[in-house]
């Protein structure tokens, strides 16, 4: 069974930092795509950063430069190091796996999230 374990979320000021950890079990983790998404109230899910088995990383342009998402493929978890936080930033925040293989269906995993609130 896949579980996807959040952690480190909380209530911080604004320019204040937090760091997110996602502990995967049940999957063979080096193969995945890891990747942190967010949902504020009355908005869809969006990719915040992610990060490929190879170690390539992608971020959404509102969190450049201050977030930084890495990776311990020892521990199986995932990180989201997030500086300069401001109030926008508040949202539940969610870790995604996903593996796309060449000759067989996508394997796409959800955790619980982790709420993340910043007061101004």
């Known amino acids: 069974q896949v579980q996807l374990v959040e952690s480190g979320g909380g209530l911080v000021q604004a320019g204040g930092s937090l760091r997110l950890s996602c502990a995967a079990s049940g999957l063979l983790f080096n193969i995945y795509t890891m990747g942190w998404y967010r949902q504020a109230p009355g908005k869809q899910r969006e990719l915040v950063a992610s990060?490929?088995?190879?170690?390539?990383?992608n971020y959404a342009g509102s969190v450049n430069g201050r977030f930084t998402i890495s990776r311990d493929n020892t521990k199986r978890t995932v990180y989201l190091q997030m500086n300069s936080l401001k109030p926008e930033d508040t949202a539940m925040y969610y870790c995604?796996?996903?593996?796309?293989?060449?000759?067989?269906?996508?394997?796409?995993?959800w955790g619980q999230g982790t709420q993340v609130t910043v007061s101004s």
């Open positions: 995604n796996a996903d593996w796309r293989p060449l000759a067989a269906d996508r394997q796409n995993y």
């Open positions: 990060i490929k088995s190879g170690g390539s990383i």
